[in-house]
Each structure stands twice: as structure tokens, then as C-alpha cells.
């Protein structure tokens, strides 16, 4: 079943959670080169979410666009690292789970702010989605944005070429205002921006706001637009552990109750970003269950 | 009389080419050059953290403040320089390991520019190791980390270690900021300082090297 189709069949939808500490945990690479260096344990972590309950697997290629690859000195070309990435999570999913494409920011501000143009930034995202869906991604989302012009470059990249959904997913600073991003674009804004590019679900990743305070951007959204609504919020905020590591620790049942939030403010879809864990999904999915 | 005011609105207002001609004509008008970033620039660029602070700036607004801020203090430089300005201290400055966000760095770089120091940019993904060899060349009096990723944080404690490891600890003051930074982190990793913004932390270097 395709993605537009799941969301009307289950009330929840549920994603994946943080891939960066699970791979941290098992000993492989940060990002994307993990999928070149550790690729078991990306699809082992790819797994674990599967058996925790998760609906669909976000690829591991964030961030992994030209623009990002070339500023950190990847060897790989973009399409190798995205099919490479798109075929371990397929791995783990056969049809038990979707494989969504995952996109991040080009880590450039476009001009004049920056020095990127949106043409370039278009660009960029448009070669990221032709290896996803070369690869057979059976929808894009697009994550971690904090300008929501750059995430409509990503959406129109994806729509230009392809028709499979896309989710457009931003990150908010503040509750203020209903949401503002740290480029202080509005939450409702966003959702009309988002939404005029042709993204079909819009998400609130990452950022400042716990999982409860997330609830906020959602009604933002839903005063904007009827588009469903993601929430992918991190395991609370940073705390510092006894080595002065900075930590996610939101324990997986608060986690759930303050996602439960989101859902009430309609929320039909749910995952985590930093510091979740296949233990803060399963939460989740319980959770969804018994609604 | 140079008209203060008026150029430390054209920075607040983010408006480059007002900066420029206001810092021109106070230059012609023989101000010292230093009164024009300490009571003009710098000030301006005191209302606009804190209008970040407040939501109320966002950081296009900064971004644009701060190139307004640079366009008018390179009128100033050469003034500077021909006037035998000695640098107020030696700093270097990078983006820890891990890491490669700089818009807070060069902001803080183009302030402490701009008050008179000699900055050493390290750049971005600095390792602890890079950190220490760039002590030990360039021995600077303060030494500034930047991170915006939680997870790149440990770099800047592995840092101060090794600098202890190295016997270069107490050779500079090590200061930190970037987002996901605060007052207490930097008091857990034993490091002299915290700034909450780019002003805040020239503000900090000029206490510690109680200039």
C-alpha cells in the first residue's frame, strides 16, 4: 500500500526514530558514511525500528546532496551514497515497512543571506531524489529545515520528476508566534509555502520544542492547511551526562504522552529525531494502538 | 560631530551602504577610529543580539546586521593600521570536530575584528589535536570554540584536555559558545568563559584579558 493510502487506513501512521546514536551505539560512523563503511548496522538499526513498530524507515541519507558532500569532503558520488542508502533500508524493510527518502538541509543559506541561489539549492535536491527513486524510495521527506524557502526548493526538486509524496518537515526555534524557525519563518507560513510547492504531509522535526510543546505547531499547521500533519520531536531537550556528553533522556512513556499531545491537535503521523530509540517507538505505537 | 547615533542605527536598520558613508564621513571628519567601532558599531551591534535574544531579530536580521557591521569596519581598518593600532590580544577561533556550522563564528569573528583584536580563524570540523598544534603556533591569549550540534559538544571538553595533556592550559583562556552551548557546560568542562552571542563574547574576551 502506498503512503497517501496507509494514512487513511491506520489512525497513526508510525516512523522511525534517531539513526545517528543507534549507529553511535552499535560503533559505526556518523551520517552517511556509514552506509559505506558499516552497512549491516544500518540496516540492523533500519531492523530494529521495523520490530519496534515502525510503519515506515527513513533512508540514512541526510544531507546527503551536493552541496553538503563536497563542504565535508565525501569520495562517493550523491547517487551512489543515496542508493546505497535507499537499498539498506529496503533491505530491512522487503514490504513490511515503506522506505521513505530522506533529505536535509544543503547547509548553505540561500542568497542574500547566504550565498547559494535557489536554482543551485533545486538542483542540488533534484540529482538526491533521482537516486532515491532510481533506487525505488517509495516516498521523499525532506527534514531538519529551518528555511522554508530552502524546504520548498526540496519539495518542487522532488515533484518536478517524480510523483511519489513527499513530506516537507521543518524545525522550529520557538513557540512564539505559533512556531517560528531560526530564519523566524512562522509555522503557518510554512505550512502555505510547503503547501503551494506540493508537498502532500507537513512535519515538525528536531529543534527547541519538547514533544508536548510540539502540539503548538501542529494546530499552527492545521489553521493553514487540511495536508496531514508528522511530528518527529527530539527525547526532550539536552541534558549533560556525568562525562558532560550532551544527552536526550526523555524516558520512552513521557515521550509518548507528549506526542499523544500532538495527535490530539491532529497529529496523524509520529516518529523521533534526536536521542529516540526503537524503545521511544514502540512506546509510540502503543500508544497509537490503544486510541 | 560625528553623528554616532545615526551610524549605530544603520546598523541596527542592517543598511551596509548608510554604514559605509556615515563611517567615511566621521573618518573625514577625523574621529578616532576606535570611538567610531566602540561608540557606533559595536553598540549597534549590542541592540541587535539582543533583539535575537528577544525573537524579536532572527538570523537574517543578524546576518545582514553583521555584514553592515564588516562594510563599515573595513573603511576603518586601513585608518587602523596607519595609525599604529596594537591589537588588543591574540585570539583563535573555530568550529569544533564533527561540526562545520560558521555563521556564528564569523560573526564573532568580525567583532572582535572590529574591537581591535587579531583573530586566527581555524575554520570548521577543528579536532582537539588541531586545536593544541594551533596553540602552540600561533600562542594566542584566548582560544574560542564553536558548536551548534549537540553532538559535537565533547570536542570542545577533549579539547581543554588535551591543551591540560599538552602543558598549554594555562597559557590561554579557552571561551566557548554556539547554540547548543550554555553557562553550565562551559563551567563542567572547566573552560574560562561562556558567550550567549557575538557581542557577549567580545564583551568576554575583554575581561578576561582585563583590557
Known amino acids: 500500500m502506498d503512503l497517501l493510502s496507509l494514512i487513511k487506513h491506520k489512525k497513526v ?3 522511525d526514530g534517531a539513526t545517528g546514536t543507534q549507529l553511535a551505539q552499535r560503533g559505526a560512523p556518523a551520517g552517511g558514511r556509514a552506509n559505506i563503511e558499516a552497512p549491516d548496522t544500518v540496516t540492523a538499526v533500519h531492523r530494529a525500528y521495523i520490530d519496534a513498530g515502525s510503519d515506515c524507515v527513513i533512508t540514512n541519507s541526510f544531507c546527503m546532496n551536493r552541496v553538503y558532500m563536497k563542504a565535508n569532503n565525501f569520495s562517493v558520488s550523491v547517487s551512489d551514497m543515496n542508493a546505497r542508502a535507499a537499498e539498506l533500508a529496503r533491505k530491512a524493510a522487503g514490504d513490511r515497512a515503506l522506505v521513505l527518502g530522506g533529505f536535509g538541509p544543503t547547509g548553505e543559506l540561500l542568497k542574500p543571506v547566504g550565498n547559494i541561489t535557489e536554482a543551485e539549492c533545486e538542483e542540488a535536491f533534484a540529482e538526491q531524489a533521482r537516486a532515491l527513486a532510481d533506487a525505488g524510495v517509495d516516498a521523499f521527506i525532506v527534514e531538519t529545515m529551518m528555511d522554508m ?16 509524496p513527499v513530506i516537507a518537515s521543518m524545525t522550529y526555534a ?62 526532550g531537550k539536552p541534558v549533560l551526562d556525568d562525562n558532560n556528553n550532551a544527552v536526550y533522556s526523555m524516558p520512552p512513556g513521557e515521550f509518548a504522552q507528549g506526542v499523544l499531545e500532538c495527535i ?23 500508544m497509537a494502538a490503544s486510541l | 560631530m560625528a553623528d554616532f547615533e ?45 533583539k535575537f535574544r528577544d525573537f524579536e531579530y532572527f538570523l537574517p536580521e543578524v546576518i545582514m546586521a553583521a555584514k553592515a557591521f564588516k562594510a563599515a569596519f573595513e573603511v576603518i581598518l586601513p585608518h587602523l593600521n596607519e595609525a599604529g593600532y596594537e591589537p ?39 579536532s582537539a589535536q588541531r586545536f593544541v598544534e594551533l596553540v602552540r603556533d600561533i600562542k594566542p591569549h584566548v582560544v574560542g570554540m564553536s558548536a551548534l550540534l549537540t553532538t559535537t559538544m565533547a570536542v570542545m571538553r577533549d579539547t581543554i584536555a588535551e591543551l591540560s595533556g599538552a602543558g598549554l592550559r594555562d597559557s590561554v583562556k ?11 557546560f562551559a563551567q563542567k568542562i572547566g573552560a574560562d568563559g561562556y558567550g550567549e552571542d557575538a557581542s557577549e563574547a567580545v564583551k568576554l574576551v575583554d575581561r578576561l584579558l582585563a583590557v
Open chain 1, 13 to 15: 501512521l508510525i516512523l
Open chain 1, 149 to 164: 524557502n530552502e524546504a520548498a526548493c526540496a519539495v518542487r526538486a522532488c515533484k518536478r520528476n517524480f510523483k511519489l
Open chain 1, 174 to 235: 520557538t513557540t512564539r508566534d505559533g512556531g517560528r524557525t531560526t530564519m523566524g519563518h512562522r509555522a503557518g507560513g510554512c505550512a502555505r509555502i510547503l503547501a503551494a510547492a506540493g508537498a502532500d504531509i507537513l512535519s515538525c522535526n528536531c529543534g527547541d520544542l519538547d514533544p508536548a510543546e510540539t502540539a503548538i505547531i501542529v494546530s499552527s499547521y492545521k489553521n493553514a492547511s487540511d495536508l496531514p500533519v508528522l511530528v518527529e520531536p527530539n527525547a
Open chain 1, 264 to 286: 490530539r491537535a491532529g497529529a496523524s503521523l509520529a516518529g523521533g529525531c534526536c536521542g529516540t530509540t526503537p524503545d521511544h517507538i514502540r512506546a509510540l505505537a502503543e
Open chain 2, 6 to 50: 545615526a551610524l549605530k542605527n544603520s546598523v541596527i536598520d542592517m543598511d551596509p551602504d548608510r554604514a559605509v558613508e556615515l563611517t567615511q564621513s566621521a573618518v573625514a571628519q577625523g574621529v578616532a577610529p576606535l570611538d567610531i567601532v566602540n561608540m557606533a558599531l559595536i553598540p549597534g551591534i549590542d541592540v541587535v543580539g539582543q
Open chain 2, 88 to 126: 588588543k590580544g591574540r585570539v583563535l577561533i573555530g568550529t569544533v570536530s564533527g561540526d562545520n556550522h560558521d555563521i556564528g563564528k564569523n560573526i564573532v569573528i568580525a567583532l572582535l575584528q572590529g574591537s581591535g583584536y587579531e583573530v586566527h580563524d581555524a575554520g570548521v570540523d577543528v
Open chain 2, 174 to 184: 579557552v571561551i566557548v559558545g554556539g547554540s547548543c552551548v550554555n553557562p553550565e
